[in-house]
């Protein structure tokens, strides 16, 4: 939610298999990158993962140790940080804690935003979100189990998981019958900010069903 004087806008949106400290912290990452220009924003989470990890300098020393929490540990979130740090430093921020669940307005309107978000239709993948059985976890976080493989990028406009970017779907030049292979990805989606390349399941294509796809490209 943002409030600028009587201006006021609200974002919501739901995500599959997830925790608690990534959606909040995708929700200041969200609100801030909804500013069109540099400006001084104050920013009111009840999530002491999210302001602690900035206002005591965690999330900096992670970064300039490449994303380690300690020698044998990985930061939790790195990917969701690093799009994080890119918006804030756009910005002059400064997040305060409050309570959660104590009648403050703005903050019960938010809680009501997420829940309807986590139980509406359509919710999208969260394609950062890494399932652990691992302790020492930041407190708060709860872990989904599912037997399920991880999915990876599922549709066009997702961020990239390596720099962030919306992602895009094309299709190749040229589809190549290769040595081998039962099959051939009829698309693929694409970042334009890294340039990542991500193969999705749903874009195979069986070569006994094309033939003459590929009989046209020989």
Do not use: Q
């Not at 390596?162 to 693929?188: D, H, L, N, Q, V």
Request: hydrophobic share 30%; net charge positive; proline share 5%.
């Amino acid at each position: 939610m943002l409030l600028f004087g009587e201006y006021r806008r609200e974002l919501s949106c739901g995500f599959e298999m997830t925790t608690n400290n990534r959606m909040e912290l995708l929700a200041v990452i969200a609100g801030l990158e909804a500013l069109t220009k540099p400006c001084r924003a104050t920013v009111y989470s009840d999530s002491r993962y999210v302001v602690n990890s900035v206002e005591k300098g965690s999330v900096f020393r992670w970064r300039d140790k490449d994303w380690w929490r300690t020698k044998k540990e990985k930061a939790k979130n790195a990917d969701l940080w690093k799009r994080f740090l890119a918006v804030y430093a756009k910005h002059d921020v400064v997040l305060k804690w409050v309570p959660g669940h104590t009648g403050i307005p703005e903050n019960e309107r938010c809680d009501k935003l997420a829940l309807a978000s986590s139980k509406s239709n359509g919710r999208l993948c969260d394609i950062g979100y890494e399932p652990s059985n691992t302790s020492g976890s930041p407190s708060g976080i709860k872990v989904h189990k599912t037997s399920s493989p991880k999915t990876k990028h599922v549709r066009p406009g997702e961020a990239c998981r390596k720099c962030g970017t919306a992602i895009i779907k094309r299709s190749p030049k040229r589809k190549k019958r290769k040595p081998g292979k039962k099959y051939y990805y009829e698309w693929y989606l694409f970042c334009p900010g890294c340039k990542a390349m991500y193969m999705v399941e749903d874009a195979k294509r069986n070569l006994d069903t094309s033939a003459s796809i590929f009989d046209r490209c020989d």
